[in-house]
């Protein structure tokens, strides 16, 4: 069953939602921005992040400061291949085929795949119609440039591209690399006050202005929930304490 969410419904609470098609359940932090978006499974969205139109996701967890192009598939739906047909009546699945009394006669009983799960960090870049394959892993900073297909994990600020995708180039020096992946400064909502005061260009400078005024900065929380079995949008201070729903 598929539930949508629209700008009118979200607003309310930091979300910017065009048309967001809901198959599964979402967990995020505000504000993000979705435009006609799928989402399947369970998946997890960090603040900051927003998505071009017609992505679709699957059991993906994706972290804050993410910048994700249009038409970017992450985790589709794996066929076994190592069964008699890779058509879903071999394993379980009604690929639309669901409402056929022909198709239910044939219908596994059993469900024979397994959907792995994908992660993200924070301050990725996605090109457009990158293609995310299941189990992936993909650290902080990394940029993928489009049309690529990804199959392997991807080390932190690291350039990859290509069908398979496979390494361009390291974005800065393994010591540069070091300091930002120590440095948190994605888990923080940023104050313009300090953001004024960085020269962006000077990476080393703009890591220690955050961080020597990192603890009047407010730290990130996922505290928005998104489930299609109530169709409401939920927030609450954590999952097991829904606060107040959103028609």
């Known amino acids: 069953m598929l539930y949508s969410f629209t700008q009118k419904s979200a607003k309310s609470i930091g979300l910017n939602i065009d048309l967001l098609k809901l198959r599964g359940e979402l967990t995020c932090s505000s504000p993000i921005s979705f435009q006609d978006c799928t989402i399947s499974g369970s998946c997890t969205v960090g603040a900051f992040t927003y998505f071009g139109k017609d992505c679709e996701i699957r059991n993906v967890e994706i972290g804050n400061y993410c910048s994700i192009s249009a038409e970017v598939i992450i985790n589709p739906f794996q066929h076994p291949i190592n069964l008699l047909s890779t058509s879903g009546f071999a ?117 220690e202005t955050i961080s020597l005024k990192k603890h009047k900065l407010q730290k990130i929380s996922n505290n928005i929930f998104l489930n299609r079995k109530e169709a409401k949008l939920v927030v609450s201070n954590n999952l097991c304490n829904l606060s107040k729903e959103y028609e």
């Not at 199959?151 to 496979?166: F, R």
């Open 91 to 207: 394993f379980g699945d009604n690929g639309g085929l669901g409402g056929f009394d022909e198709f239910k006669k044939i219908k596994s009983k059993k469900r024979h795949n397994k959907q792995g799960h994908v992660k993200i960090g924070s301050d990725v870049w996605i090109g457009r119609r990158v293609i995310i394959m299941s189990g992936v892993s993909i650290g902080n900073g990394v940029i993928i440039a489009a049309n690529s297909v990804v199959t392997k994990d991807i080390p932190p600020y690291s350039i990859y591209g290509g069908v398979p995708a496979n390494l361009i180039k390291m974005r800065f020096t393994p010591d540069l690399i070091h300091l930002l992946s120590r440095s948190d400064w994605f888990d923080y909502v940023l104050d313009s006050n300090i953001l004024e005061s960085i020269n962006y260009e000077n990476i080393v400078e703009s890591i």
